[in-house]
């Protein structure tokens, strides 16, 4: 292990004044070492959370991680759970090659929304005028078109000028959501400015197999896989990887950084409208500002916990899904709020951002005391 | 006529209030290079705090002014102080990334305000029907009804509570601090370029924490604001909304300057309620209401454009500093 350790301070520099703990970095940790501490910190996350929730439902820990369990995978709640899980999983997958590339895209939200709100526009317009299969292909294009389109905004401005990425794209969020409100008022005449399968009845995407969810399930699959290839296997996902190492790096070997910026982003907020285009088409038949349910937000932390790596987000997008949907059945038990499962997620999510610090460095305590002793000797 | 547009400007100034202690506490935590965007979740966890904290005082009966504005302001600073550390020393002792961080807090401050106020009474088994701090509120707030007849200066005072006195002083405080002292000079020095700071001898792990923890804290104080003088004292969940990425937002469009942030913070609290004092269809509600954050994409469009150094964000916004990778 010593190897590859880089010593910050050289210690016969200052021998007088050693700190008590230097941090070096070290990188080519083990594989087994990582999973361990990572397991490790959702272990001691779980704890700590055990000890919190006893304090607020006065139920014993183990029987309240039970009540999760039943939460997640009981035979009435699977199917939700695993709706749940893919859209997440499918918004993950979307913002993954932007964040490969460092642009910090924080608006999926947003561009989920494009494209839900286009796609419920395209069946309060068309449905009833033209053939229903017109409808369906007219939305599924306006679905993805609209999402791309409010990814490549914030994109070409970053290729160009760039403009901060991170407070763009978070300030488009809140124009999707307020466009989507401004729909809800204008498509439902009857003034309860709601829009419901009443109103979205034309155009809607077919159920297989009998099963509402499938068709979600089916397209997130295909898609995990395509965005494993399309990153470690194909001459974008390379491109990709440079431009996001150094850019510098990227303009030498002949890389066009700015065409890399602007393609990537295309496809993040495709992929985002396409799950906008699934949510509303596909799953609920209904739109309202708050249809993605913050999974933009979650989705970048599934995204980076899982290191970038599509199957490890399968994992990382599983663990916040169960934690959500077990703590949601908590608080239905215990009469408590619902958001209780925030707490928690937000608290497996605190040791795990932190337990990355110990992978990537490494800490000496220098024994002090010692050390002086030895001068005076 | 004068007393109508009085009213409108001290609404206004109620609804900017919350968003401009958001954003001098985001200010000050940029300018040490850290982009804090769980901002909303301390400002919801300054909120909760200090319901926690009037809450317990008030069930304990008897109500004292001094007190009444001490404890909730205390436990306020104190919740958001904690939430604050926790992204601090995620971020900058242990290099955590810090948008992840940041959504993260956000996440867990939103879910920690919702479930204590949507739980609260239950766990605390209090015959109170809702959670309401209306006893506290009142020696918080101004006065929410003006009678035609008062003068027009009073149409625009009497309504603002003594916070919204706080949040400019504070704001011109930091404003004076950051362009003027040494301190701030220093700290200007650390967000710009880490590794040079380090090198002239600031104490950079220091700088960071400080300005992040004190950013934190005044952010919260919008959180107390909001629930003491704005919504009179009664919580309901997510009735804080937007208005916590409205202060992330009103960071950029004060191009990082507290004093522009004062009146951006009214221009913002002004287009929100715009739509009761001109006619407008219900239906444009929703387009009056994006329009602050329109104009702020069309602020930061605009200074990416221009280049000028003066209007820029700090230069390591968003990076973490380790010394070894100079």
């Known amino acids: 292990m010593t190897d590859n350790v880089k010593t910050a301070v050289p210690k016969e520099a200052h021998a007088g004044k050693t700190p008590w703990v230097t941090i070096t970095k070290r990188d080519g940790v083990g594989l087994k070492r990582r999973i361990l501490i990572r397991v490790a910190a959702i272990f001691a996350a779980l704890v700590l959370g055990s000890i919190i929730t006893p304090l607020v ?67 309060v317009g068309l449905g009833g005028k033209v053939p229903d299969w017109t409808v369906t292909l007219v939305m599924i294009a306006a679905g993805i078109g609209a999402g791309t389109l409010w990814g490549v905004i914030p994109a070409v401005f970053k290729a160009f000028w760039k403009t901060n990425e991170t407070l763009f ?5 809140y124009v999707a959501i307020q466009l989507v409100e401004y729909f809800l008022k204008i498509a439902d005449k009857s003034g309860s400015n709601t829009v419901g399968p009443s109103l979205l009845t034309h155009g809607r995407l077919p159920v297989l197999f009998g099963q509402q969810y499938m068709l979600n399930i089916i397209i997130v699959t295909l898609l995990t896989a395509f965005i494993y290839v399309y990153m470690y296997y194909s001459k ?20 066009n950084v700015k065409k890399v910026i602007i393609r990537t982003m295309a496809l993040s907020g495709a992929i985002c409208g396409l799950m906008g285009l699934l949510l ?50 908590v608080s239905t038990k215990f009469g408590l709020n619902s958001s209780y499962s925030d707490i928690l997620t937000g608290i497996i999510l605190f040791f795990i951002i932190g337990c990355e610090f110990f992978i990537n460095y490494e800490v000496h305590f220098n024994r002090r005391r010692g050390a002086k002793k030895e001068e005076a000797e | 006529m004068i007393n109508g547009i009085m009213d409108f400007a001290a609404r206004a100034i109620l609804q900017g209030t919350p968003i401009l202690f958001g954003a001098t506490g985001e200010i000050l935590t940029e300018k040490s290079g850290n982009l804090n965007l769980g901002i909303p979740g301390i400002m919801y966890v300054g909120m909760i705090s200090s319901v926690i904290g009037g809450f317990a005082y008030q069930s304990g009966g008897n109500i004292n002014p001094a ?25 900058i002792t242990l290099r955590a990334n810090q948008n992840v961080t940041g959504l993260a807090i956000t996440t867990f401050g939103v879910g920690f305000g919702n479930f204590f106020g949507g739980s609260l009474i239950k766990i605390t088994n209090s015959s109170a029907p809702y959670l309401s701090l209306t006893k506290l509120s009142r020696i918080f707030s101004g006065q929410k009804i003006v009678p035609d007849s008062a003068p027009w200066y009073q149409h625009l005072l009497l309504p603002l509570g003594f916070l919204v ?27 710009e370029s880490p590794a040079t700071a ?35 004292g009664i919580w309901s969940n997510d009735a804080f909304g937007d208005r916590g990425w409205l202060a992330i937002a009103l960071v950029i469009f004060a191009v990082w300057r507290p004093s522009i942030g004062i009146i951006g913070s009214y221009i913002f609290g002004g287009l929100y309620i715009l739509y009761n004092y001109i006619s407008v269809s219900m239906n444009m509600i929703p387009i009056m209401q994006m329009l602050p954050y329109i ?31 100079r």
Not at chain 1, 237 to 255: D, L, P, Q
Request: charged share 10%.
């Open chain 1, 57 to 123: 439902t006065g139920d014993n820990p183990l029987s309240i991680y039970g009540t999760m369990v039943k939460g997640a995978f009981s035979e009435y709640r699977i199917w939700g759970t695993a709706q749940s899980f893919v859209m997440l999983l499918g918004i993950s997958l979307a913002v993954t090659p932007a964040f490969k590339m460092k642009f910090w895209n924080i608006g999926a939200e947003g561009q989920v929304l494009a494209g839900a709100l286009a796609t419920a526009a395209v069946m």
């Open chain 1, 169 to 173: 794209t978070l300030m488009l969020n």
């Open chain 1, 236 to 255: 974008h996902g390379y491109e990709i990887a440079v431009v996001g190492e150094s850019e510098n790096t990227a303009r030498y070997v002949g890389i």
């Open chain 1, 280 to 329: 509303v088409g596909a799953t609920s038949y209904s739109i309202d500002a708050n249809l993605a349910g913050g999974n933009g937000f979650t989705a970048i932390m599934v995204s980076w916990l899982a290191k970038f790596n599509p199957l490890l987000m399968i994992l990382t997008a599983a663990l916040i899904v169960f934690m959500s949907r077990g703590a949601e059945e």
């Open chain 2, 67 to 91: 007190l009444a504005i001490i404890i909730p302001t205390l436990s306020c600073l104190l919740g958001s102080l904690i939430v604050s550390f926790i992204y601090a020393f995620l971020t």
């Open chain 2, 165 to 191: 006195y706080v949040s400019v002083v504070i704001a011109l405080v930091v404003g004076f601090v950051l362009k003027r002292t040494r301190v701030g000079l220093q700290l200007r020095a650390v967000g």
């Open chain 2, 198 to 232: 380090d090198a002239a001898g600031i104490n950079v792990t220091k700088y960071k924490y400080l300005s992040t923890c004190i950013g934190g804290m005044i952010a919260g104080l919008g959180g107390l604001f909001y629930i003491m003088d704005y919504s009179s």
């Open chain 2, 295 to 325: 104009v702020t994409i069309v602020v930061l469009i605009i200074t990416s454009l221009r280049k000028r150094r003066e209007t820029q964000p700090p230069a390591s916004l968003g990076l973490n500093y380790f010394r070894e990778e």
